[in-house]
């Protein structure tokens, strides 16, 4: 019974995060960061070294290299893996609130609502480094860590935690 319910509010995730950019999903290189995947086209890896050293978000080079390779310049699956994105963000942020708040129905509602909201449009949809969409599912996994270790008085939960920010910093300082 527990499976299905899980199951679900996963489709429900899904088709709330569809139905709500679906526009977004035009399946075009024509927005945010596409130039630096059709750079890497001609001029390979080295073509990101100057995202590296004056970006703002250095680690979204470590994004664009092996999903290059995997997705090239099908802009299609950028897009889906965004989605994919975006429903993952709605669950870690699902986890942050209750592990805040100690209400369990919060996890739905915050789930929920973030998979309804279009802010951040591009973070998710657009040809990117999806930097911001891999910031907030590693701050809202850290926060809940944290404050399940809190909580539970549990030192792996925290040092998990900490690793967690520690990789989004280095991410994006």
């Not at 399946?27 to 004056?54: C, H, Q, R």
């Not at 999903?67 to 802009?75: A, E, T």
């Amino acid at each position: 019974m527990k499976i299905l319910l899980y199951l679900g509010f996963g489709f429900l995730l899904i088709l709330i995060s569809y139905l709500t950019l679906r526009q977004a999903l035009n399946f075009n290189f024509y927005a945010d960061d596409w130039s630096y995947i059709w750079d890497m086209k001609f001029e390979g890896v080295k073509a990101l070294i100057p995202l590296v050293t004056s970006s703002d978000h250095p680690g979204e080079v470590f994004t664009y290299v092996p999903f290059y390779y995997l997705f090239g310049l099908n802009p299609k699956v950028w897009q889906w893996y965004g989605l994919f994105l975006k429903i993952l963000a709605s669950i870690s942020v699902g986890q942050l609130v209750p592990g805040v708040s100690r209400f369990k129905k919060t996890a739905v509602i915050a789930s929920l609502l973030y998979a309804s909201f279009w802010g951040g449009l591009e973070a998710f949809y657009w040809i990117s480094g999806h930097g911001s969409a891999n910031l907030i599912i590693l701050i809202s996994l850290a926060t809940y860590f944290y404050t399940s270790s809190y909580y539970k008085n549990n030192v792996k939960k925290y040092f998990f935690s900490l690793s967690l920010v520690l990789i989004s910093l280095i991410f994006d300082p």
